[in-house]
């Protein structure tokens, strides 16, 4: 049995996990889009197979990452992922201490759960909290925004039929993901990570998903290639 606190598993799970698939997603799109600005001129030097087949597998790791980041908890092995960390929160409802509270209660403000701001205790808000982002959860939750939904059902179609496993189906018969769908959950984690890593235990990781401090230092495997483009002439 492991002897880790609640506050250690929850920053293992945010900080080892959900935030670690969202640096790699971002990193593998910044890279995959930076191959695209050159296609023309890499493509008339003759090296497009090869950064063809870079750009795709950079865009199959962004589907495994974001993939990753929304898998429902394993009852076998330990999974880094949002659904294992609203599960973490509710089971150990009782040992949260919340040292920013305000931050939780901002997210609240409009939802079913704001009017008892002041009520509760941080047990209480603990649940609510998990409670609130089981609604947005896409595919699943109640209130899931429907570009959300279809694009973790895109996402996983992709991961589980193509990537992971090379099913014999019509192409035609796919939900095919776009840049925006996963840039959309990409977008929705990055908010989850600052709301919780702040909230219970202030670890300050931006404000909201638009201020996200780690997304700066994904691009910087793309700013490499960049400059590797310039000095080729490419």
């Known amino acids: 049995m492991s002897s880790k606190t609640p506050e250690s598993t929850l920053k293992d799970y945010l900080l080892d996990g959900v935030a670690k698939e969202i640096f790699f997603a971002e990193e593998a ?11 023309d001129e890499v493509n008339a030097r003759g090296f497009g197979r090869l950064f063809g087949s870079m750009q795709v597998a950079y865009s199959d790791r962004q589907t495994l990452c974001i993939t990753k980041i929304f898998d429902p908890e394993d009852r076998k092995y330990p999974t880094r992922s949002i659904p294992a960390i609203l599960n973490l929160i509710e089971r150990n409802a009782s040992s949260w201490s919340l040292p920013q509270r305000h931050k939780l209660e901002e997210i609240l403000v409009g939802t079913p759960y704001d009017s008892a701001f002041g009520k509760v205790n941080d047990s209480e808000l603990a649940v609510y909290v998990a409670a ?6 896409p595919g699943t939750g ?11 059902v895109a996402l996983r179609e992709a991961r589980n039929k193509v990537i992971a496993h090379n099913e014999a ?3 035609r ?3 095919l993901p776009t840049w925006a769908e996963a840039d959309a959950l990409v977008e929705y984690a990055k908010g ?6 702040f909230g219970f ?3 300050f990781m931006g404000n909201d998903s638009r201020t996200y401090l780690r997304t700066p230092d994904s691009s910087g495997a793309a700013f490499g290639l960049k400059k590797l483009f310039t000095d080729a002439n490419l």
């Open 29 to 39: 799109k910044f890279v995959a889009l930076e191959i695209g600005r050159h296609a």
């Open 173 to 175: 018969a796919r939900t």
């Open 201 to 203: 235990l202030s670890l």
């Open 169 to 171: 189906i019509d192409h």
């Open 132 to 137: 609130h982002f089981r609604d947005l959860f």
């Open 142 to 152: 109640t209130l899931s925004a429907p570009q959300l939904s279809r694009a973790i």
């Open 192 to 197: 989850f990570v600052t709301v919780i890593s």
